[in-house]
Protein backbone atom coordinates (compact mmCIF):
# COMPACT_ATOMS: atom_id res chain seq x y z
CA UNK A 1 0.00 0.00 0.00
CA UNK A 2 0.91 3.51 -0.78
CA UNK A 3 2.91 5.40 2.59
CA UNK A 4 2.96 9.00 2.99
CA UNK A 5 4.93 10.55 6.18
CA UNK A 6 4.36 14.25 7.25
CA UNK A 7 6.95 16.10 8.97
CA UNK A 8 6.88 19.03 11.29
CA UNK A 9 9.63 22.13 10.35
CA UNK A 10 10.80 23.76 13.17
CA UNK A 11 12.56 21.44 16.09
CA UNK A 12 11.53 18.36 13.70
CA UNK A 13 13.40 19.13 10.18
CA UNK A 14 15.19 22.13 11.54
CA UNK A 15 17.24 22.48 13.98
CA UNK A 16 18.18 25.22 16.94
CA UNK A 17 19.49 27.46 14.26
CA UNK A 18 16.91 27.13 11.43
CA UNK A 19 18.98 24.80 9.23
CA UNK A 20 17.54 21.53 7.51
CA UNK A 21 20.57 18.81 8.28
CA UNK A 22 21.43 17.13 5.47
CA UNK A 23 20.84 13.95 6.69
CA UNK A 24 17.37 14.69 6.86
CA UNK A 25 17.48 16.29 3.11
CA UNK A 26 18.62 12.82 1.98
CA UNK A 27 16.03 10.58 3.64
CA UNK A 28 13.45 12.50 2.29
CA UNK A 29 14.90 12.33 -1.08
CA UNK A 30 15.47 8.59 -0.75
CA UNK A 31 11.73 8.12 0.66
CA UNK A 32 10.63 10.07 -2.46
CA UNK A 33 12.79 7.93 -4.53
CA UNK A 34 11.46 4.88 -3.13
CA UNK A 35 7.81 5.85 -3.12
CA UNK A 36 6.96 7.21 -0.16
CA UNK A 37 4.50 10.17 -0.75
CA UNK A 38 6.41 13.55 1.64
CA UNK A 39 4.41 16.02 3.06
CA UNK A 40 5.08 19.20 5.33
CA UNK A 41 2.61 19.89 8.58
CA UNK A 42 3.22 22.91 10.21
CA UNK A 43 2.02 26.23 12.09
CA UNK A 44 4.03 28.72 9.88
CA UNK A 45 2.24 30.17 6.90
CA UNK A 46 2.61 29.33 3.14
CA UNK A 47 4.78 32.03 2.34
CA UNK A 48 7.22 30.98 4.72
CA UNK A 49 8.17 27.61 3.93
CA UNK A 50 8.30 27.99 0.10
CA UNK A 51 11.89 27.86 -0.41
CA UNK A 52 12.03 24.48 2.31
CA UNK A 53 9.30 23.31 0.04
CA UNK A 54 11.51 24.22 -3.02
CA UNK A 55 14.21 22.21 -1.63
CA UNK A 56 12.71 19.26 -0.69
CA UNK A 57 10.58 18.50 -4.00
CA UNK A 58 7.78 18.92 -1.79
CA UNK A 59 4.59 20.23 -3.32
CA UNK A 60 1.61 19.02 -0.45
CA UNK A 61 1.41 20.77 2.60
CA UNK A 62 -0.74 21.60 6.14
CA UNK A 63 -0.20 24.82 7.06
CA UNK A 64 -1.37 27.19 9.69
CA UNK A 65 -1.75 23.99 11.88
CA UNK A 66 -4.68 22.49 9.88
CA UNK A 67 -5.86 25.90 8.43
CA UNK A 68 -4.72 26.06 5.33
CA UNK A 69 -4.05 22.46 2.55
CA UNK A 70 -2.06 22.20 -0.36
CA UNK A 71 -2.16 19.05 -2.57
CA UNK A 72 0.09 19.31 -5.31
CA UNK A 73 0.07 22.55 -5.13
CA UNK A 74 -3.37 23.50 -5.31
CA UNK A 75 -5.09 24.45 -2.34
CA UNK A 76 -7.99 22.19 -1.27
CA UNK A 77 -9.33 23.38 1.73
CA UNK A 78 -9.20 26.48 4.24
CA UNK A 79 -10.37 27.37 7.08
CA UNK A 80 -10.53 31.41 8.10
CA UNK A 81 -11.00 32.99 11.74
CA UNK A 82 -14.05 35.16 11.75
CA UNK A 83 -13.02 38.56 11.71
CA UNK A 84 -15.93 39.93 14.39
CA UNK A 85 -13.90 37.36 16.31
CA UNK A 86 -10.72 38.49 15.72
CA UNK A 87 -11.87 42.14 16.26
CA UNK A 88 -13.14 41.44 19.87
CA UNK A 89 -9.93 39.09 20.61
CA UNK A 90 -7.88 42.70 19.34
CA UNK A 91 -10.36 44.67 22.23
CA UNK A 92 -9.72 42.51 24.64
CA UNK A 93 -5.66 42.34 23.67
CA UNK A 94 -5.67 45.98 23.90
CA UNK A 95 -6.39 46.34 27.03
CA UNK A 96 -3.82 44.04 28.34
CA UNK A 97 -1.24 46.05 25.85
CA UNK A 98 -0.77 42.96 23.93
CA UNK A 99 0.56 42.72 20.76
CA UNK A 100 -1.57 40.98 17.68
CA UNK A 101 0.49 39.34 14.24
CA UNK A 102 -2.13 38.23 11.49
CA UNK A 103 -1.02 36.30 8.81
CA UNK A 104 -2.96 35.13 5.72
CA UNK A 105 -1.03 32.97 2.92
CA UNK A 106 0.80 35.40 1.47
CA UNK A 107 2.27 38.04 4.70
CA UNK A 108 1.70 39.23 7.94
CA UNK A 109 1.49 42.28 9.39
CA UNK A 110 1.57 44.00 12.79
CA UNK A 111 -1.12 45.87 15.18
CA UNK A 112 2.44 46.87 17.63
CA UNK A 113 4.81 49.64 15.92
CA UNK A 114 7.68 48.18 18.43
CA UNK A 115 7.14 45.91 20.17
CA UNK A 116 9.82 43.76 22.35
CA UNK A 117 8.13 40.67 22.60
CA UNK A 118 6.84 39.97 19.01
CA UNK A 119 10.47 40.92 17.73
CA UNK A 120 12.09 38.27 20.05
CA UNK A 121 9.29 35.65 18.96
CA UNK A 122 9.50 36.06 15.84
CA UNK A 123 13.52 36.65 15.22
CA UNK A 124 13.26 32.66 16.80
CA UNK A 125 11.98 31.72 14.01
CA UNK A 126 14.77 33.59 12.04
CA UNK A 127 12.13 36.42 10.90
CA UNK A 128 12.05 40.39 10.36
CA UNK A 129 9.81 42.38 12.30
CA UNK A 130 6.31 42.31 10.57
CA UNK A 131 4.97 45.94 9.01
CA UNK A 132 2.42 47.74 10.50
CA UNK A 133 -0.96 47.65 9.60
CA UNK A 134 -4.09 47.31 12.29
CA UNK A 135 -6.49 46.82 10.16
CA UNK A 136 -4.99 44.24 7.87
CA UNK A 137 -7.42 41.41 9.23
CA UNK A 138 -10.68 43.25 8.43
CA UNK A 139 -11.43 42.38 4.53
CA UNK A 140 -9.16 39.32 4.19
CA UNK A 141 -8.99 35.93 5.17
CA UNK A 142 -7.00 35.43 8.64
CA UNK A 143 -6.28 31.94 9.21
CA UNK A 144 -4.00 32.25 11.43
CA UNK A 145 -3.30 34.93 14.44
CA UNK A 146 0.03 35.25 16.77
CA UNK A 147 -1.19 37.07 20.70
CA UNK A 148 2.02 38.00 22.21
CA UNK A 149 1.34 36.89 25.83
CA UNK A 150 2.87 34.82 28.72
CA UNK A 151 1.57 31.46 30.50
CA UNK A 152 -0.22 33.85 33.01
CA UNK A 153 -1.48 36.87 31.46
CA UNK A 154 -3.89 34.95 29.57
CA UNK A 155 -6.20 34.73 31.81
CA UNK A 156 -9.10 37.05 29.53
CA UNK A 157 -8.90 34.24 26.80
CA UNK A 158 -11.13 31.78 28.51
CA UNK A 159 -13.95 34.58 26.97
CA UNK A 160 -13.26 32.87 23.41
CA UNK A 161 -15.16 29.46 23.39
CA UNK A 162 -14.73 29.66 19.58
CA UNK A 163 -11.25 29.87 19.43
CA UNK A 164 -8.17 27.88 19.89
CA UNK A 165 -4.65 28.98 21.27
CA UNK A 166 -1.72 27.28 20.80
CA UNK A 167 1.53 28.04 23.04
CA UNK A 168 4.29 27.91 20.26
CA UNK A 169 6.63 30.23 22.54
CA UNK A 170 7.28 31.38 25.93
CA UNK A 171 6.02 35.01 25.22
CA UNK A 172 3.35 33.69 22.01
CA UNK A 173 0.57 31.58 21.26
CA UNK A 174 -1.04 30.80 17.78
CA UNK A 175 -4.67 31.27 17.39
CA UNK A 176 -6.48 29.47 15.19
CA UNK A 177 -10.34 28.21 15.02
CA UNK A 178 -11.44 26.12 17.25
CA UNK A 179 -11.07 22.32 16.49
CA UNK A 180 -8.38 22.96 13.90
CA UNK A 181 -5.51 21.49 13.89
CA UNK A 182 -2.76 19.66 12.15
CA UNK A 183 -4.52 16.47 12.55
CA UNK A 184 -7.69 17.90 10.92
CA UNK A 185 -5.41 18.87 7.73
CA UNK A 186 -3.84 15.31 7.70
CA UNK A 187 -7.24 13.90 6.89
CA UNK A 188 -8.27 16.57 4.81
CA UNK A 189 -5.29 15.60 2.49
CA UNK A 190 -5.38 11.88 2.93
CA UNK A 191 -8.64 11.75 1.64
CA UNK A 192 -7.90 13.75 -1.20
CA UNK A 193 -4.89 11.09 -1.73
CA UNK A 194 -6.95 8.10 -0.95
CA UNK A 195 -5.25 6.49 1.73
CA UNK A 196 -5.61 4.76 4.76
CA UNK A 197 -4.71 6.40 8.24
CA UNK A 198 -3.15 3.06 9.08
CA UNK A 199 -0.91 4.46 6.15
CA UNK A 200 0.24 7.66 7.33
CA UNK A 201 3.60 8.41 9.54
CA UNK A 202 4.21 11.79 11.12
CA UNK A 203 7.55 13.44 12.92
CA UNK A 204 6.86 16.32 15.23
CA UNK A 205 8.30 17.64 18.45
CA UNK A 206 5.76 20.70 19.93
CA UNK A 207 2.90 20.80 21.61
CA UNK A 208 1.10 21.70 18.33
CA UNK A 209 1.79 18.36 16.84
CA UNK A 210 -0.08 15.71 19.72
CA UNK A 211 -3.01 15.51 17.82
CA UNK A 212 -1.47 14.60 14.34
CA UNK A 213 0.50 12.25 15.97
CA UNK A 214 -2.16 10.41 17.70
CA UNK A 215 -4.29 10.66 14.34
CA UNK A 216 -1.67 9.05 12.17
CA UNK A 217 -0.99 5.47 12.15
CA UNK A 218 2.51 5.79 13.52
CA UNK A 219 3.97 8.99 15.24
CA UNK A 220 7.40 9.29 15.92
CA UNK A 221 8.49 12.36 18.37
CA UNK A 222 11.98 13.67 17.43
CA UNK A 223 14.57 13.62 20.75
CA UNK A 224 14.05 17.35 21.35
CA UNK A 225 10.36 17.09 22.16
CA UNK A 226 8.49 18.11 24.93
CA UNK A 227 7.82 15.49 27.13
CA UNK A 228 4.49 15.65 26.89
CA UNK A 229 4.77 15.28 23.36
CA UNK A 230 6.45 12.09 23.60
CA UNK A 231 4.29 10.13 25.52
CA UNK A 232 1.53 10.53 22.89
CA UNK A 233 4.07 9.16 20.46
CA UNK A 234 4.67 5.83 19.01
CA UNK A 235 8.07 5.97 18.51
CA UNK A 236 10.80 8.20 20.32
CA UNK A 237 13.78 9.38 17.76
CA UNK A 238 17.12 11.48 18.73
CA UNK A 239 17.14 15.22 18.09
CA UNK A 240 16.88 16.73 15.34
CA UNK A 241 20.63 17.97 15.07
CA UNK A 242 21.50 13.98 15.62
CA UNK A 243 20.29 12.48 12.74
CA UNK A 244 16.92 12.11 14.82
CA UNK A 245 15.03 11.90 10.98
CA UNK A 246 16.90 9.61 9.67
CA UNK A 247 17.15 7.37 12.96
CA UNK A 248 13.15 7.56 12.85
CA UNK A 249 12.61 6.98 9.22
CA UNK A 250 14.67 3.60 10.18
CA UNK A 251 13.02 2.91 13.37
CA UNK A 252 9.66 2.67 11.75
CA UNK A 253 10.83 0.59 8.43
CA UNK A 254 10.50 3.55 6.09
CA UNK A 255 14.46 3.28 5.38
CA UNK A 256 16.43 0.42 4.94
CA UNK A 257 19.31 -0.56 7.50
CA UNK A 258 22.15 0.52 4.98
CA UNK A 259 20.68 4.09 4.32
CA UNK A 260 23.91 6.11 5.10
CA UNK A 261 23.39 9.41 7.04
CA UNK A 262 25.13 12.33 5.57
CA UNK A 263 26.12 15.10 7.86
CA UNK A 264 26.89 18.35 7.15
CA UNK A 265 30.44 17.75 8.50
CA UNK A 266 31.02 14.58 6.55
CA UNK A 267 29.51 14.95 3.16
CA UNK A 268 32.73 16.66 1.31
Known sequence: MKKIV??????????????LPDSAKDAIHTLQKNGIYTAIATGRA?????????????????????????????????????????????????????????????????NAKNNERVRKSLGSLKMAYPGYDPEFYIKRDIYQALLFTKENEAEYLHAFSEISFIRWHELSLDIIPKGGSKARGIRQLIARLGFRMEDVYAFGDGLNDIEMLQEVGTGVAMGNAHDIVKEHADFVTADVENDGIVKGLKEVGLLSGSFEAISSSNRF
Open 6 to 19: FFDIDGTLLDGDKK
Open 46 to 110: PFMVSPLLEELNIDSYVCFNGQYVVFENEMIASNSINTEILKDIEESASKHEHALVYLNENTLKT
